[in-house]
């Protein structure tokens, strides 16, 4: 019989001598432009999911410190014991409202949203029908419900008319996002909105790196395309600057998870000063129209100025632009060599992508100057040399 310390390190072993083994490093502060590690080194920052910079704003770090005299630095419990406060309900109350929903549920983390809802929402006779491209948290929730999971092709009405065109005894859950985070492309979420409706089916979009960004007062990916799903998730670790996440519904799935999710149920609410936190970060996201402005402008600029790069790039118009370079070990050492220019650009691989699609998450952000950007670009070029 194999012992447990065994089967771990020859599974370790096995990953060691590939380019899958996964290292973090301990930095002494970042925000959406530079990067400080505890070594004292300075890098340009463009591997930041901090697109409009609120992680540093002056007036959300001051909310959370009013919020920490308040409450103090945690929430003491679930929100269905004693984690449940004031400033909870009204940052609850403020999504909803700004949104257009009638209830707003806040979860720890964007994972936990989509695992909760799928978890408490899918039975044994339901089916999930998915973008094949979907965020590793919704596919592993849907994997593991009791639903059958299909999924359809990356951004493609056709195909998930094919799958809606199947037969299902019980309920039907479509589930895509608004910006897909490798490629940084849109789903054509009116299309598959008008697919889901058509068969009575319901439309969960989780728009993490679309809310803030996009839309009237950065309502998002749904608004710009003027649909409204059953369940809308946003994270606050993007735009946001922070961390947590909340799930819009109308009042009676709401009340339904706060009945049966139980990554609700059992869960450490999110510190109250967080929330408050979060409040103040809705107040500017909301009056950021500069700020997207000045994001969209930095898209812009890149994309124009690396149209003579020999890399493949995607067709994305968002904050996120991958460049392809296919083989992990050229990728691994091109993010190594960015790295040695002061350049901070990890390199992702498969399995968070496809084979063969190893590729450098390049993010802009808001913060990002013209001449951040050309640095970077002139050490991209530098690679084509």
Known sequence: MMSWSD?????????RGTSLWRRRQAHQS????????????????????????????????????????????????????????SAHH??????????GYSRA???????????????????????????????????????????????????????????????????????TEGVFSMDGDCAPLSEITQMAQSTGSWLMVDDAHGIGIYGDEGRGSCWLQNVKPEI?????????????????????????????????????????????????ATRQIRAGDELRQRLQNNIQYFRREAQNLSFSLTDSETAIQPVIIGNNERCIALSETMKQQNLWVKA????????????LRITLTADHTQQDIDVLLEALRGFDR
């Not at 089967?7 to 990953?15: G, P, Q, V």
Request: glycine content about 8%; some cysteine; proline content about 4%.
């Open 232 to 280: 809308l998730i946003v994270t606050f670790g993007k735009a946001f600057g922070l961390s947590g996440a909340a799930v819009l519904c109308d009042e009676q799935t709401a009340e339904y998870f706060v009945q049966y999710s139980r990554h609700l149920i059992y869960s450490t609410s999110m510190p109250p000063a967080q929330a408050v936190a979060l409040s103040e």
């Open 30 to 85: 970042s925000n959406g432009r530079h990067l400080y590690t505890s070594d004292g080194q300075q890098y340009l920052n463009f591997s930041s999911n901090d697109y409009l910079g609120l992680s540093q704003h002056p007036e959300v770090i001051a909310a959370w410190q009013q919020g920490a005299e308040q409450y103090g630095v945690g929430s003491g419990g679930s929100g269905h014991v004693t984690g449940y406060t």
């Open 105 to 175: 549920l806040l979860f720890i983390s964007g994972y936990s949203a989509n695992q909760g809802v799928i978890a408490a929402l899918m039975e044994k006779e339901d089916r999930i029908i998915a973008d094949r491209l979907s965020h590793a948290s919704l596919m592993e929730a849907a994997m593991h419900s009791p639903a059958q999971l299909r999924r359809f092709l990356h951004n493609n009405p056709i195909s998930l008319k094919q799958h809606l065109g199947k037969s299902c005894a019980g309920k039907t859950l479509v589930v």
């Open 7 to 15: 089967s771990l390190s020859r599974r370790l072993a096995e990953r």
């Open 348 to 359: 992702i691989l498969p399995p968070t992508v496809s084979p063969d699609s190893a590729r």
């Open 90 to 99: 009204a940052l609850e109350q403020q999504l909803a409202e700004w949104l």
